[in-house]
């Protein structure tokens, strides 16, 4: 599975992405006629129960989020990446997401500490990841420009922006 969760997350592998949440899914029982409406309330019941997200946060219609539809807030994503950096499996995660010069990062950010995930689709773009991964200061950002007027690679030249500058704030334990 660690194989596979790289191969869907740094080079953004939508395919990849739906069938694991229709895998992931499918071991909670039978899918049923509209397999997608049963994954995505299986995948906001895991959400809610076991990250602690609130049901305001997540409105998954996909496995991939190319979907317009599909809805999710910042908070929500720095929580799920808060989250999988508490499992024992984190380390596998962290490795599985795209740095600076590979996948979708493979041009972008060469001297931030990172470890991510992008998102594209017309007028939309989302940076969300750990900054400083594997360190005491690392901190779980998300960024999402949405019906942006200005294009795709102007929105990413601000996220950049903004993650070379907050990779060096400091902050006390309480924010």
Not at 11 to 38: F, I, K, M, Q, W
Not at 65 to 70: A, T, Y
Not at 112 to 123: E, L, M, S, Y
């Given at each position: 599975?660690?194989?596979?969760?790289?191969?869907c997350?740094?080079?953004?592998?939508?395919?990849y992405?739906?069938?694991?949440?229709l895998?992931a899914?499918r071991?909670?029982g039978?899918?049923?006629?509209?397999?997608?409406?049963?994954?995505?309330?299986?995948?906001?019941?895991?959400?809610?129960?076991?990250v602690?997200?609130?049901?305001e946060?997540?409105?998954?219609?996909?496995?991939?989020?190319?979907?317009r539809?599909?809805?999710?807030?910042?908070r929500?994503?720095?929580?799920?990446?808060?989250?999988?950096?508490?499992?024992?499996?984190?380390?596998?995660y962290?490795?599985?997401?795209a740095?600076?010069?590979?996948?979708?990062l493979?041009r972008r950010?060469?001297?931030?500490?990172?470890?991510?995930?992008?998102?594209?689709?017309?007028?939309?773009s989302?940076?969300s990841?750990?900054?400083?991964?594997?360190?005491?200061?690392r901190?779980?950002?998300?960024?999402?420009f949405?019906?942006a007027?200005?294009?795709?690679?102007?929105?990413?030249?601000?996220?950049?922006?903004?993650m070379?500058?907050a990779?060096?704030?400091?902050f006390?334990?309480?924010?």
């Amino acid at each position: 599975i660690r194989t596979l969760i790289k191969d869907c997350l740094e080079p953004s592998d939508n395919l990849y992405a739906e069938h694991l949440l229709l895998t992931a899914a499918r071991g909670e029982g039978e899918l049923g006629d509209n397999p997608y409406a049963v994954a995505n309330e299986r995948m906001s019941r895991f959400f809610q129960n076991k990250v602690g997200l609130m049901p305001e946060d997540l409105r998954p219609t996909d496995g991939s989020g190319l979907s317009r539809q599909n809805l999710v807030t910042p908070r929500a994503i720095a929580q799920i990446l808060k989250w999988t950096d508490s499992q024992a499996w984190s380390s596998d995660y962290r490795a599985a997401l795209a740095e600076p010069g590979e996948g979708t990062l493979r041009r972008r950010m060469e001297t931030v500490k990172f470890a991510g995930k992008t998102g594209t689709i017309n007028a939309v773009s989302t940076l969300s990841g750990i900054l400083n991964p594997g360190s005491p200061q690392r901190r779980y950002v998300s960024l999402m420009f949405n019906s942006a007027i200005v294009s795709s690679a102007k929105l990413r030249t601000l996220q950049d922006e903004f993650m070379k500058a907050a990779q060096d704030w400091q902050f006390d334990e309480h924010t």
